[in-house]
Nanobody
Framework: QLQLVESGGGLVQLGGSLRLSCAASGFSLNTRYIGWFRQAPGKEREGVSC????????TYADSVKGRFTISRDNAKNTVYLQMNMLKPEDTAVYYC?????????????????WGQGTQVTVSS
């Protein structure tokens, strides 16, 4: 059974950093493009970042470019999202996702496996 489990969320102050992890079980992450999405209260889920199977391609939403970095360690079957210079507007539940297609379009419709989510809260 394909499963993604996120960890690393928490409460951080404005300007702080967090690193999220997404561990896969039931399949090898290097067979999939993997992404991060987030959903703030009262808002739609939005794509944040994506990474190709062997890290050759990364994609970021404009709102996080220059602050967030996605990476992966296929040997550990884990994808990471390093988040720096956090802002209150980054507060959301962050979800790891596996895409069914080999592309980084950050489309919800391209996702076939979701993690359970991890809460990130940035205080001002």
């Amino acid at each position: 059974q394909l499963q993604l489990v996120e960890s690393g969320g928490g409460l951080v102050q404005l300007g702080g950093s967090l690193r999220l992890s997404c561990a896969a079980s039931g399949f090898s992450l290097n067979t999939r493009y993997i992404g991060w999405f987030r959903q703030a209260p009262g808002k739609e889920r939005e794509g944040v970042s994506c990474i190709s199977r062997f890290s050759g391609t990364t994609t970021y939403a404009d709102s996080v470019k220059g602050r967030f970095t996605i990476s992966r360690d296929n040997a550990k079957n884990t994808v990471y999202l390093q988040m720096n210079m956090l802002k209150p507007e980054d507060t959301a539940v962050y979800y790891c996702a596996a895409f069914r297609f080999l592309r980084c379009g950050l489309l919800i419709s391209d996702v076939d496996t979701w993690g359970q989510g991890t809460q990130v809260t940035v205080s001002s």
